[in-house]
């Protein structure tokens, strides 16, 4: 079941090499952010998330960055899987519990 | 945990009728959020409850639209009368503090 838009950014890749998605973000007071994968026909997933005093983490296969200069998030999958398909969709929050999403990038990997 | 649950997962309707979606949050969180997601629009916040009470709800888009939360285990998402551009997904979502938000699976929601 679809449920995102017909005209995401895509970016296609190799199986096994690595993507980075990249977010630009709205408001210099956001103070945490997320990335949400989310497929074709389900809700979106908690990927990692970052807190504004910090600049990096790194999960399982993952790491996001974090740029509070230029209000830029990015999102790197290691050795991309083709279960890694999905639409990926950064968050910022900046209290009172609103997420504000943006519109997401669609990754398609190619076996 | 069985995470968010949210019934049902498909619903088909015509114009006018009423449309209930429902809603069961993970068990011991305290906010609750349902979110409606288009092809055109993304993702938007309807409404966002923190232990049972309604915070915001600027993004309800007029009063057609209503939600409860009667519990801390249940929420509901009405809109009466229904309409062909209310067709979408619509999320609900838990969060056990001002933190990660956890979605559920939707219910794909179609007015003819």
């Known amino acids: 079941g679809e449920s995102v838009g017909l005209h995401l950014p895509t970016l296609s890749v190799q199986e096994g090499d690595n993507s980075i998605i990249n977010c630009a973000y709205s408001?210099?007071?956001?103070?945490?952010f997320i990335w949400y994968k989310q497929e074709s026909g389900k809700g979106p997933q908690f990927i990692i998330d970052?807190?504004?005093?910090?600049d990096k983490r790194q999960g399982q296969r993952v790491t996001v960055l974090l740029n509070k200069t230029v209000k830029h998030l990015s999102l790197q999958i290691a050795a991309t899987q083709p279960g890694d398909s999905a639409v990926y969709f950064c968050a910022e929050t900046y209290g009172n519990n609103r997420l504000a999403f943006g519109k997401g990038n669609q990754v398609v990997v190619i076996p | 945990d069985a995470g968010v649950i949210q019934s049902p997962r498909h619903e088909v309707t015509e114009m006018g009728q009423e449309v209930t979606l429902r809603c069961k949050p993970i068990?011991?969180?305290?906010?609750l959020f349902w979110y409606r997601q288009t092809m055109m629009r993304g993702l938007e916040l309807l409404i966002y409850f923190n232990n049972n009470v309604p915070i915001d709800d600027s993004g309800m888009p007029e009063d057609r639209f209503s939600a409860k939360m009667p519990n801390a285990s249940f929420s509901t998402l009405k809109i009466q009368p229904s309409e062909p551009r209310d067709s979408a997904v619509y999320f609900c979502?838990?969060?056990?503090?001002?933190?990660?938000?956890?979605f559920g699976p939707g219910t794909r929601l179609t007015v003819l």
């Open positions: 408001n210099s007071a956001s103070d945490y």
């Open positions: 970052i807190r504004s005093n910090m």
């Open positions: 979502a838990s969060s056990p503090q001002a933190d990660t938000q956890y």
């Open positions: 068990s011991g969180h305290n906010s």
